[in-house]
């Protein structure tokens, strides 16, 4: 998928747990975003970094929390905070250069 | 607050029968409008985009057309195949250097055999 993997598939939290989401690409891409997607609304905008050791909020940033540490690494922690965290997480990266997002593959949440 | 609207919600098509789906965006600001589509349990990928100085752009079977006046957009897929079936999304895209994109709701397209 464009060269942006994402880890794992599928994942199951219980509820009070924090879980990390993996996002990685080697697209040499500057920036890289992480959508949430539910049915029937979308993809909305969680986070994005433009560059490393910087980052953003989105829209809907309450109970999530990033960090990029290194340019091909973005990753997304799902905290107990979120109150509805199970979805489906999608991580994307562009260049300055080019309008085009990729997308990764995603994660899909469950929380039990 | 919902910025790009998109209708319909689904979509069935006859094989060969055309496909129309439509966008309304609010933020005059926006200067890129993709269309991606999603097979199920996949990411989304670019299909088509346009700029607001072009009009319609045409890639094979896929015509976007654009009303910069009326604030509206949209997708036709010309003589529609089965492995067409999927879900489609318009999106804005916001200026400057951030380039954030704002999604419709998407439309789940099926075309029967």
């Known amino acids: 998928d464009g060269g942006i993997t994402q880890s794992p598939k599928y994942l199951f939290r219980k509820e009070g747990q924090n879980v990390t989401l993996s996002c990685e690409q080697n697209?040499?891409?500057?920036?890289m975003y992480w959508y949430r997607q539910d049915p029937g609304q979308g993809l909305r905008l969680i986070y994005y970094s433009q560059i490393v050791n910087d980052f953003q909020k989105g829209d809907i940033a309450e109970g999530y929390s990033v960090s990029r540490e290194k340019k091909e690494s973005f990753p997304l922690t799902v905290t107990s905070a979120q109150k509805n965290p199970t979805a489906f997480y999608l991580c994307?990266?562009?260049?300055?250069?080019?309008?085009?997002?990729?997308f990764g593959p995603g994660t899909r949440l469950t929380v039990l | 607050q919902q910025q790009v609207k998109q209708s319909p919600q689904s979509l069935i098509v006859q094989k060969g029968g055309i496909s129309i789906i439509n966008c309304a965006y609010e933020?005059?600001?926006?200067?890129?409008f993709p269309w991606y589509q999603q097979f199920p349990g996949k990411g989304p990928a670019l299909l088509i985009a346009?700029?607001?100085?072009?009009s319609e752009k045409k890639e094979g079977r896929f015509t976007i057309s654009f009303n910069k006046s009326a604030k509206q957009f949209s997708l036709h897929i010309m003589d529609s195949q089965p492995g067409d079936s999927a879900t489609y999304f318009c999106a804005a895209q916001s200026p400057g250097s951030a380039r954030q994109l704002t999604f419709g709701s998407g439309t789940q397209l099926t075309v029967l055999p």
């Open positions: 346009i700029r607001p100085d072009v």
């Open positions: 994307a990266s562009s260049t300055s250069s080019y309008n085009e997002q990729f």
């Open positions: 697209l040499n891409h500057d920036a």
């Open positions: 933020n005059t600001a926006f200067d890129y």
